[in-house]
């Protein structure tokens, strides 16, 4: 008779699962005394205190959030963010959906996010990463591109990217040129007035075809015919390309009040126009993808008279048509919306004080001559014309082309300032709260510009008082997320974008070009309507003017 053989105990095999189990149960312990403990101390001493709270009148915040959302359909976020600083201080506390969230305007505390608490300790790397609203971005960017990844994705879309920009193709002024002489064709059309015989444009929607096409071409290779008159229909056949760009960025801003319950705004409209633009730009990749393909197989005819294209480039060092896709609709973004942005209020502004118009014609006639004498602009001339870039340097002081950025932090962490009655105390910041920077607030601050903070006035920055201004005058960003382009700018050593590409080299380069372009051909530029004294902020992912750009030219 056969009996089993009663099994032995492994109890090697019981310890050493059992000490797996207890050990994970440690790290994680570990891991969560580190990122949930609240900082004990500040690191010079300092004592915590709470930064002043905005009262809400209903839950979780429920109205400041309808009231923000208000805002972005008048025109006027940026402003009503900056009337709330005004009346709180220069940075305070709010709550959304029931959790704290930090605004400010302190330039100590916006380099302190950025720049010297951007990165933690070896067991956690980063402090602060991109905002929960970036989420909503994906819709339209994607998640794989530079703007919407953060830490070793972030460092590998920054390294992916850095290559394919080449300083003489970027700078390239002669296929700028190009699309000007159809840009001018497009006003000269236009009928003039009876008396004046002056021509009525509206000139941001003209500067937006401009740098969409000129844009397209430095990516695809070709204009997407934004200039045409008859405007390409493109993607689903119902909207351009333009007009899906323009409806899909309007809806990622009335998802940014929303955080991390963006997905509420998701209407019809919305989805379709970031359908429309995502897949336009699939077209190009798939396309570009069968034509390294074909290069690949004839090796001999590689590179010969080549045409430098930037989605050509990217793909020769990734074939991931998801990464493709994503990484240049982000790039397109900065080169289109943010030149165009820079144009119209520039414009806008020289419109308004005829005086300055005055002053920057003379420099450019003396430089590169105007009318008949007008000869074509070269990159050292521009970099040379002094009163040209304190007149950038002042629209972007007023109308930064991200006026409102924010950050999570990613572990318990700390702001040095905006604490207490006095706003001199740190403030002690925990894991997954937001902190919202305003530049926009941070520009118009009078003890920092002066009681004329408001005013467009060019030659402050040729005063001893701005020569210093650093984390004062933030139009770009700084910090690990510093602008690749920022060693080749030619305006200013803190130039660099909140959008961190090259592609702001790109936007500088252009808009001092068709700027003096401009200046060249037309002797006189009035605005349509000296009623509007306000301006309209069209606050997308770049803020654009409300109203457009309605002027005369002569």
Not at 63 to 92: C, I, K, Q
Not at 271 to 297: D, H, M
Not at 408 to 420: D, H
Request: with cysteine; proline share 6%; net charge positive.
């Amino acid at each position: 008779m056969f009996t089993d053989p009663v099994p032995e105990l492994d109890c090697h095999g019981y310890y050493f699962r059992g000490g797996v189990f207890f050990g994970s149960m440690f790290c994680v312990l570990v891991w969560w005394i580190v990122n949930r403990q609240a900082p004990p101390t500040a690191a010079n001493g300092r004592k915590f205190q709470s930064p002043p709270m905005l009262q809400s009148k209903l839950p979780f915040g429920i109205d400041s959030m309808l009231t923000l959302m208000r805002s972005v359909r008048e025109f006027r976020l940026p402003v009503a963010l900056m009337e709330l600083h005004d009346r709180m201080g220069d940075t305070y506390a709010c709550m959304l959906f029931g959790m704290r969230a930090i605004r400010t305007r302190d330039p100590r505390n916006i380099k302190a996010i950025l720049a010297t608490q951007f990165e933690g300790k070896w067991y956690f790397p980063l402090n602060y990463g991109l905002a929960q609203e970036r989420k909503a971005h994906h819709s339209l960017l994607g998640n794989m591109g530079i703007f919407s990844v953060d830490g070793v994705s972030w460092s590998h879309s920054r390294a992916l990217l850095r290559p394919c920009f080449d300083r003489a193709n970027v700078s390239d002024l002669g296929q700028l040129e190009g699309f000007m002489q159809i840009f001018f064709s497009r006003i000269n059309e236009l009928p003039r007035e009876p008396f004046t015989h002056a021509r009525a444009v509206e000139l941001q929607e003209l500067f937006q075809c401009l740098t969409m096409d000129s844009s397209a071409n430095f990516l695809f290779g070709n204009p997407i015919g934004a200039l045409a008159p008859k405007k390409y229909a493109l993607g689903n056949g119902e909207m351009t390309f333009n007009q899906a760009f323009d409806i899909a960025q309007y809806g990622l801003a009335m998802r940014a009040p929303l955080s991390s319950f963006y997905w509420l705004y998701n209407g019809r409209e919305f989805r379709e126009a970031c359908s429309t633009a995502r897949t336009q730009v699939a077209v190009y990749v798939s396309r570009t993808l069968r034509k390294l393909n074909l290069a690949e197989k004839n090796p001999e005819k590689k590179g010969l008279g080549k045409k430098y294209v930037f989605l050509e480039e990217l793909a020769e060092r990734t074939q991931d048509p998801r990464v493709l896709q994503d990484q240049v609709l982000g790039v397109m973004l900065a080169g289109r919306d943010t030149t165009a942005a820079l144009l119209s209020w520039t414009f806008l502004c020289l419109a308004r004080n005829p005086e300055v118009f005055r002053k920057l014609r003379a420099e450019i006639s003396a430089a590169v001559g105007v009318d008949g004498d007008a000869r074509l602009p070269t990159q050292e001339e521009l970099r040379s014309m002094q009163y040209l870039r304190w007149i950038i340097q002042e629209v972007l002081r007023l109308y930064p082309p991200v006026p409102i950025n924010a950050r999570r932090a990613l572990r318990a962490t700390t702001l040095p300032y905006g604490g207490g009655p006095d706003g001199n105390s740190p403030i002690s910041i925990r894991k997954g709260e937001r902190v919202v920077y305003s530049a926009f607030s941070l520009h118009r601050r009078t003890d920092v510009y002066g009681p004329d903070a408001n005013e467009f006035r060019p030659e402050r920055w040729g005063e001893e008082a701005l020569r210093r201004i650093g984390w004062g005058w933030l139009p770009f960003n700084g910090g690990p997320r510093i602008c690749l382009g920022r060693e080749f700018t030619t305006l200013s050593p803190l130039l660099e974008i909140v959008l961190t590409v090259e592609t702001e080299q790109m936007a500088l380069t252009h808009a001092s070009y068709v700027v003096t372009r401009m200046m060249q051909v037309y002797k006189e530029i009035t605005p349509k309507d000296f009623t509007l004294a306000d301006d309209a902020y069209d606050t997308k992912l770049v803020m654009a003017s409300g109203r457009g750009v309605h002027v005369f030219l002569s």
